[in-house]
């Protein structure tokens, strides 16, 4: 049994910074996606992030170049704008090979934590 638990999250004016973390306890399978998706009332759950095993990371586009996924599992945030108001969730798939890039779907993936809001302030 795997859990997730995410933390980070608050509210923060546009253009500042936080870093969410993903903390994973119980078994770490060898071959894994961790993912970071957000949620925004009305909207569908987005991937914006993820990692293999190999710790080859992506990125979507809409966060490139302000989101980073790190080894650890975190994900760092700089320059962050309204629209990234939601809540972030992280997330494994388990015993796959690597992760699918922008083809990533939440129904992938076997492990979720319960999410950890971000409100951004213009």
């Known amino acids: 049994q795997v859990q997730l638990e995410e933390s980070g999250g608050g509210s923060v004016q546009a253009g500042g910074s936080l870093t969410l973390s993903c903390v994973v306890s119980g078994y770490w399978y060898r071959h894994y996606c961790l993912g970071w998706f957000r949620q925004a009332p009305g909207k569908e759950r987005e991937g914006v992030a993820s990692i293999d095993s190999d710790d080859i990371a992506w990125h979507a586009e809409s966060v490139k170049g302000r989101f980073t996924i790190t080894k650890d599992k975190r994900l760092q945030i700089q320059g962050l704008k309204p629209e990234d108001s939601a809540m972030y969730y992280c997330?494994?798939?388990?015993?796959?090979?690597?992760?699918?890039?922008?083809?990533?779907?939440?129904?992938?993936?076997?492990?979720w934590g319960q999410g950890t809001q971000v409100t951004v302030f213009s």
């Open positions: 997330a494994i798939d388990r015993q796959v090979l690597g992760c699918y890039g922008r083809d990533m779907r939440p129904s992938f993936f076997d492990y």
